[in-house]
């Protein structure tokens, strides 16, 4: 559409890396989601991530599923190749895709609801295969693209927005990640580019599954029981013309988090407690990384930054012995010897 198409120009002033390229040469068409939506903070970070880390943007994979959050990487590095999958599948086709090429940079983008529930079986055997990409899971707790139905990760007691209490106990994606063996875990706040672009950059250096959770809050689903601007209020006593909705803008929510914790307001008005992690943490530990997490949970706390690394678990490829040139580069000759070379292969097994 041509009133959300960025201008092609760029100022001259703009800071280039080492590449010559500008940030917005790591930008993408302009976001459709709703002002002041979490999901594009954490797109500002990946973009401002992958500018200060100068990788050409032709060696960088793009991969979603199905979601708000799936939408995010149209919004960052248009000359990167990109892949969005069905619901919950992001997970199989990064694995396959970076089984014919180890060389490209893989980055998933996908939702509290594509992870954890339709996808939790693909999210576990990525994590299992230890398949190098940043996984970046923006978790708001709630379904977006459908009104607004609690996720897997929803808190217990948690309200709709029509008011109904959640039951059900929620999937943290730090424990799950932590119990099946991920080898570098994270998490942070959309809101803090300051801690969000250093972890991205480290979730790239990583040899392996880096596992990201952001805390990224919905605007569109916070109205509030009593208010006669409200999507209850305006249902019960509207006469349907034609169906309308309307979602009023809201400000970004931006904060540094510190050390000592930080109260952050919501747009709904709750509070969200986050703490970074002190100075003498090790992340390296799986045993003290759980017990942490339990303390700051049974505190009310959300802990932030990197939580958990370990560098010297081998990748897929190491796993599999995988041949050290991409499968792309092998000439098809190679790749597609003839039936003479499979008769001579099963003769091996008879």
């Not at 790591?26 to 797109?43: F, I, K, N, P, Q």
């Not at 569109?220 to 509207?238: C, V």
């Amino acid at each position: 559409m041509p009133s959300i198409t960025k201008p092609a120009v760029t100022h001259p002033s703009l800071q280039r890396n080492s590449l010559g390229l500008t940030i917005r040469d790591y930008e993408g068409t302009m976001s459709t989601l709703c002002a002041g939506c979490g999901h594009d903070s954490v797109t500002a970070a990946i973009v401002r991530a992958l500018w200060e880390l100068a990788i050409p943007p032709h060696m960088i994979a793009k991969l979603s599923g199905i979601g708000c959050s799936s939408k995010t990487p149209t919004y960052f590095v248009s000359g990167a190749h990109g892949f969005n999958s069905a619901h919950g599948r992001m997970p199989a086709i990064a694995t396959g895709a970076n089984a014919a090429n180890r060389d490209l940079i893989y980055i998933g983008v996908s939702g509290d609801g594509d992870s954890l529930s339709i996808g939790l079986g693909q999210l576990a055997h990525a994590i299992r295969r230890n398949v190098r990409m940043v996984y970046i899971l923006e978790n708001n707790g709630v379904y977006g693209l459908t009104k607004g139905q609690f996720s897997a990760s929803a808190d217990v007691g948690s309200r709709s927005k029509r008011g109904d209490p959640n039951r059900f106990a929620p999937i943290d994606p730090v424990d799950l990640g932590l119990s099946i063996g991920a080898t570098f875990i994270a998490r942070s706040f959309s809101g803090d580019k300051r801690q969000l672009v250093p972890i991205l950059e480290a979730a790239v250096a990583h040899r392996g599954f880096a596992l990201i959770d952001v805390i990224s809050p919905c605007v569109t689903f916070n109205d509030h029981e009593g208010s006669t601007k409200s999507y209850l209020y305006t249902r019960e006593h509207d006469i349907h013309a034609t169906y309308t909705d309307f979602v009023p803008p809201r400000d970004e929510i931006v904060a540094s988090i510190p050390s000592g914790g930080i109260t952050i307001p919501m747009h709904d008005g709750s509070l969200v407690r986050f703490r970074d992690v002190p100075e003498n943490y090790d992340p390296t530990n799986r045993e003290s990384v759980e017990a942490y997490l339990h303390d700051r949970r049974e505190a009310g706390e959300i802990a932030t930054g990197l939580l958990y690394l370990d560098p010297d678990v081998p990748d897929m490829h190491a796993i599999a012995n995988t041949a050290d040139r991409p499968l792309t580069q092998v000439p098809y000759e190679d790749l597609c010897p003839g039936s003479a070379a499979l008769d001579k292969l099963q003769e091996a097994f008879r």
